[in-house]
């Protein structure tokens, strides 16, 4: 018997579809190499999983913590990004700790964007974005990445070719403009963005706009190149929230630990829906990530500091993985930091007429290769809106924070591709 | 910034009686009887499933399933189907969620749109009211009130008024959330109250929320009744638990919603758009936890069976100490807390409509190792021989 009110409310429209509902239980199956979803299969450091053993033996630590931020982890936070933003941090005012780098999204979203709203997205973008935004009643307003003319050769392509076109970029900002959302380290392609971060900063000071800074990679970061934080630049603090994850710091993507920082002004109200929403995040979990971060705060800019020591080790496995897939014929985009690469399958020519037209190219290549390579992946244009689809949709990307068992196995395949 | 910058969803939300609180006593190294945690830990059983969940393979490091890990979902299924006494899908009828804070959450976020009113049974646990504000919801109050003859001394004399409760409901209710058993004031509703709660839900076509994260502690012999096993009520019923109430575990935050997948379903959508993922290590710990309380459900060496009859003596020698320093405390049937004397003002429990009616009583948490409450009754005496500073 369907009564009508029990239909899902307004707010949650349209929101049921997810990528990940679609791909995750396929690549489940242990005789795929899953390069799909992004987590590590290499584990955590052993001082890191101690840690939550030690701090699960503790009574205490069994029990409700302080809300906004177990003490020992904003204090820990407030220590290593008081150092990165060479400022003093309010460890009780400046920072919350949420349910993952997703959990500072929805508290920020949810806090800050209502009807009316329009909320910049670059694109691609890390998908809930979108969701999270139209959750809140707001507009996004979407503006796709660039490849520019490259000066390499075709095969060679980086992250820091795809570009915003500045006209574009401005044009995009008007009086309704709530806020633009960026990521960087950028999931999926991986740039870093550096000079670019000034224009944006000088548009949301110019239109008054609050600027939302998903920063969840912000150690993996490779030769060469800087992670720089656009709340650092001038007239920025006062108007940024900048996301950052335990679980990409320290390869824990299952503890769901994750934390905004920002002014008082603003973490205030991200504050208030925590408290009418989940309260308080797990204890001992918090525990352990503050005595992980005060360790490795003593040791940064260190080559022991696990926030180094894990980018030179992910900076082998990305050059390895870029050099497979040109092997077999793919364009990889090297990225500047992250752990997902990009990949052009277009000279494949992988004719798939024969799945239809109902989805775009990559939805049908991951899908296929998944059937008949055994190895997942995850369609670009997931993380795009139907504008830009034609744009990427020859794109598919890998995650490559994996074990070389993991690594050898995709290379097999891909040495193999072209034997069928 | 010039311009407004929060939402109009947080307007009016943002105090919070528990941040004063706990920062009070923690301030003045109060022996602290207000937030309602235990002060001892979790079984060892569940510790140890955790230490061992936590050196297991990289897996329990990485997410998880989204709704809820495979394993806690099957045997959470399992487990309340024996006792709603229906075949309960472990991955279409439930979600697993941060604590039972964030399934109250995503329910209201779910079902609850402007101008949907929603009925609060007073006195209740704060967070319903602001939910139901921040969804864009009206409350709709109706308070438990002592019968007015006899000694007034046991949860079970708080009731309903069922004339007063049936005029709450109109052509926009959609939804009531009881609690049982009841924070503050320790009520287990019995089955004909529940039975009561049913005809209006059906006859009006309203949704339940039911609030049993306290379901295995009860006293005296008391049953709980899980309004979802009443006939015509598992189809409009979302009933909410919590691993930190049922294994002393406040702290690991893992709570469910439990119902018909064609509501639940609405959850997951919140839930996949706010937080996506819980914990993994924590919810298996919960789910070794839960195939163990399988096993021994109903003997003796069940925690179910075993807490409540620990909590028994905490709870009676806390009235006794309440009674012999002059203040009525009213005997919970149920849950953590008892009402008496100290600590949380219970008209925060109230609506403003309400309150002063109610500002005389205050909420005392049991749930303590005996040196605290030792250290409580100390202080009572002494206040009450006026040995303390009066101020």
């Not at chain 2, 804070?101 to 006195?123: K, N, R, S, W």
């Not at chain 2, 953590?336 to 205050?362: C, D, W």
Request: hydrophobic letters at 40%; proline letters at 5%; glycine letters at 8%.
């Amino acid at each position: 018997m369907a009564s009508i009110k029990h239909k899902n409310t307004k707010r949650i429209e349209g929101l049921d579809k997810n990528v990940w509902v679609a791909f995750t239980s396929v690549a489940a199956d242990p005789s795929i190499v899953n390069l799909g979803q992004g987590y590590p299969d290499i584990p955590p450091p052993s001082y890191v999983k101690e840690g939550l053993a030690q701090a699960a033996m503790v009574d205490r630590l069994n029990q409700y913590t302080r809300g906004f931020g177990h003490p020992t982890l904003v204090k820990a936070l407030s220590k290593v990004y008081g150092k990165v933003y060479d400022r003093q941090l309010d460890p009780f005012k400046e920072i919350l700790v949420t349910v993952g780098g997703y959990g500072s999204l929805f508290s920020t979203m949810q806090a800050l964007v209502e009807e009316g709203d329009e909320v910049i997205i670059i694109e691609p973008f890390f998908d809930c974005y979108v969701p999270m935004v139209k959750m809140a009643g707001g507009k996004p307003v979407l503006i796709p990445l660039r490849l520019k003319g490259s000066s390499g050769t075709a095969s060679s392509v980086s992250s820091a070719d795809w570009v915003l076109d500045q006209e574009e970029l401005a044009s995009k900002f008007n009086s309704k403009t709530k806020a633009i959302i960026i990521n960087t380290p950028n999931n999926p392609i991986g740039k870093v963005s550096r000079s670019e971060l000034q224009a944006i900063a000088d548009l949301c000071i110019k239109h008054d706009t609050l600027c939302i800074s998903d920063e969840v990679y912000e150690w993996l970061v490779y030769k060469g190149h800087e992670h720089v934080k656009i709340a650092t630049l001038p007239g920025m603090w006062d108007r940024t929230i900048t996301i950052g994850s335990a679980g990409k710091t320290f390869s824990v993507t299952g503890w769901k630990l994750g934390w905004s920082i920002g002014p008082e002004h603003l973490i205030k109200h991200l504050q208030t829906v925590m408290q009418n929403s989940l309260y308080t995040c797990p204890t001992p979990l918090q525990e352990a990530v503050g005595q992980g971060l005060l360790r490795d705060f003593e040791l940064m800019g260190k080559p022991d500091c696990y926030f180094t020591s894990l980018a030179l080790e992910l900076e082998g496995k990305r050059d390895r993985m870029a050099a497979m897939l040109r092997q077999t014929g793919m364009t990889p985009v090297v990225p500047e930091g992250g752990y997902f690469m990009i990949a052009d399958v277009t000279a494949l020519n992988q004719d798939l007429s024969h799945m239809g037209d109902d989805e775009p190219y990559d939805y049908k290549f991951v899908k296929w290769m998944i059937k008949e390579k055994k190895l997942a992946s995850i369609p670009v244009t997931a993380f795009v809106g139907e504008d830009s689809v034609k744009q990427f949709e020859k794109y598919i990307r890998l995650c490559f924070i994996k074990q070389e068992s993991t690594l050898d196995a995709a290379e097999a395949i891909l040495k193999s591709w072209n034997k069928d | 910034m010039s311009r407004k910058l929060h939402a109009r969803r947080i307007e009016g939300i943002d105090k919070n009686i528990w941040v004063e609180l706990t920062q009070l006593a923690a301030d003045y190294k109060a022996v602290n009887l207000g937030q309602g945690f235990p002060d001892f830990s979790p079984p060892s059983f569940v510790q140890e499933a955790f230490c061992k969940a936590l050196n297991e393979g990289f897996s329990m490091h990485q997410y998880t399933r989204a709704f809820g890990h495979p394993n806690l979902v099957k045997i959470l299924a399992k487990f309340f189907s024996r006792i709603v006494g229906r075949e309960i899908d472990p991955m279409e009828d439930i979600l697993v969620s941060v604590g039972a804070y964030q399934a109250l959450f995503c329910t209201f976020q779910a079902l609850i749109d402007e101008g949907d009113e929603v009925i609060i049974v007073e006195p209740f646990f704060d967070c319903y009211q602001p939910m139901v504000m921040m969804a864009g919801g009206t409350a709709i109050y109706v308070p438990l009130k002592p019968v007015c003859c006899g000694p007034v001394l046991s949860s079970a004399d708080w009731v309903l008024s069922p004339e007063e409760l049936a005029s709450k409901f109109s052509p926009r209710t959609k939804a009531i959330v009881i609690n049982t058993p009841n924070n503050p004031l320790g009520k287990v509703y019995k089955r004909k109250e529940l039975q009561m709660i049913a005809e209006l839900c059906i006859k009006h076509d309203v949704i339940c929320i039911s609030d049993e994260v306290y379901e295995w502690l009860t006293y005296d012999g008391t049953k709980h009744v899980k309004i979802a096993s009443l006939p015509g009520m598992w189809e409009r019923t979302v009933t909410i638990g919590s691993a930190g109430k049922t294994f002393s575990a406040t702290g690991w935050k893992v709570g469910w919603a439990m119902g018909s997948e064609h509501i639940l379903k609405h959850l997951k959508t919140v839930h996949q758009n706010s937080v996506y993922h819980c914990a993994t290590a924590a919810q298996e710990a919960v789910a070794v936890g839960f195939q163990r309380e399988y096993d021994v459900f109903g003997t003796e060496e069940s925690y179910f069976h075993q807490l409540p009859i620990h909590l028994h003596e905490k709870r009676l020698r806390l009235a006794d100490c309440l009674k012999s320093v002059g203040l009525k405390p009213i005997l919970p049937q149920g849950g953590y807390f008892m009402i008496g004397l100290a600590t949380i003002p219970v008209s925060a429990f109230y609506s403003p409509e309400h309150r002063n009616e109610f500002q005389k009583y205050i909420r005392f948490c049991f749930v303590k190792e005996d040196s605290t409450l030792q250290a409580a009754e100390d202080i009572l005496r002494q206040w009450s021989d006026g040995k303390l500073k009066k101020f």
